[in-house]
């Protein structure tokens, strides 16, 4: 009697708040099988997700079960991911088995110190989370209140899973063993930064031209907005690439309007061994899954045998191919404000964690000034550039006159001379040999234009005649302070 009269009382509650008033009177309330599509979700991410319905039955406890469906309403109205709203579901269902093998069945009984424990019991930071955005949904809705305290995790640094450098080059180096389709999904994803669902839902007519600059339509899956995004020319190409495959192999009229489509190997034995790249795949025109990526990035570790420097079995994640290029860009120095454009973050959190976990890249050498930037001066610190240089010809990440700190992609740049007006640009000793060689010729070709009375050639070359003058000075001053500072 007093859990039936609890249960009453608490939905009084959810029926009298502003939240549930709108929401006890959907049908919905009344069911324990959710379609996604009827929560607001489209047909496309759910094929995606492999998933199309959410799961009540499986909760005993009356309130429990009530309280979970008004979270994920919530979760739903604050545009959540799928796999979100399924992670605090199933999450609220381990609770409601905890409370019950415990012997708590009245809401009332719920405190704060035992859900620590139900957190403590599996320590997953997926239980924390889970509850502390449904305990902050239940106080503010005047639903129940629980004295809950967050607590910190011992490591409160979000693990940054990225690709170490011997790693990426051996995938460099086997990534023809995908299906051509495939490489170049993977590339794109490297070369973009995207989150894989969002690489998926490219559609098949996403370029355009705007003078020499292209553009590519990808959807930002945090800002839920679809976005030209400007890219290299090499990409560009990529792209028109995948096109023509789409058009050849299902027609240029078929309704299919992906950019990437479904591959199925399924008549094959062995796929976990590698055996999917031993037949001919078959293309469909469906949108490719999540899971079925996983299977294929599963295969190719098996089959290239991936390996990091310890000799350890390196399981590939597609994530890992998104945060290894934003390691890559903070390595270059890239701003913040950039990096979290590249990636479609919606905020600059994550960016000091890349940096400090990943890169490296505050660490100061406040002793060795090696880089003059465009002006001549010397800088206080040489960033470690090191960690991707065995990887300088499959990336290109260097320029014909130095390094570029602002890197835009993975490729090279198209202009020789466009670096000399950048401020993100530097140069070291090392490059002092090409300098001096560029002054001469520029020098040569300043006559050529003064003789043929070409003005505006004259003006360009004394520019740049200057800007690298600019560097060769601070080169020498940086010469100077390291001669002193070994002889000191």
Partial sequence: MEEAFSYEVLEKRVAESELGREWMNDPLMNQDVWKLTELGYNEEDCRMNGQRNIYFDKFNLPWLKLLAKLTTKAGVRERHSICRIRMRVNRLKDLDRFLQNSGYTNYQSLTGSLVQQFISEANSQHRQSTLSYAIKLWAEEQWLKITFIRQKYQSSTPKIETIPEEVLYQIYENFDLFPPPLERLFRLQIVLGCRIGE???????????????????????????????????????????????????????????????????????????????????????????????????ESFRDAADLRDKQGNRFELKSHQFRRTKASIMAYCEAEDEYIAAVLGHSSLDMLPHYRQRSLERLEKEAQTKGYVDMYGEVTTFKPRKGRYERLGELLKVSTPLGECHRSTMLGDCQYRYACLNCRHHRVTLEDKPKLEADIQELKQDLKKAQSAKQERRVTEIQRLLELLENRLKGLMKLQNIMEKNKNG
């Avoid at 590698?274 to 899971?291: A, C, D």
Wanted: hydrophobic share 40%; proline share 5%; charged share 20%.
């Fill in 199 to 297: 690489v998926l839902k490219i559609p098949r007519n996403c370029l355009k031209q705007e003078n020499e600059q292209w553009f590519l339509l990808r959807w930002r899956g945090k800002r839920k907005q679809w976005q030209f995004q400007p890219i290299h020319p090499l990409v560009a190409e990529m792209v028109q690439e995948q096109q023509r495959f789409i058009n050849n192999q299902f027609g240029c009229d078929s309704t299919f309007d992906k950019l990437f489509c479904q591959i199925s190997t399924s008549t094959m034995n062995g796929a976990a061994s590698g055996g999917r790249f031993q037949v001919e795949p078959i293309y469909m025109p469906n949108l490719f899954t999540l899971r079925a990526i996983s299977h294929w990035l």
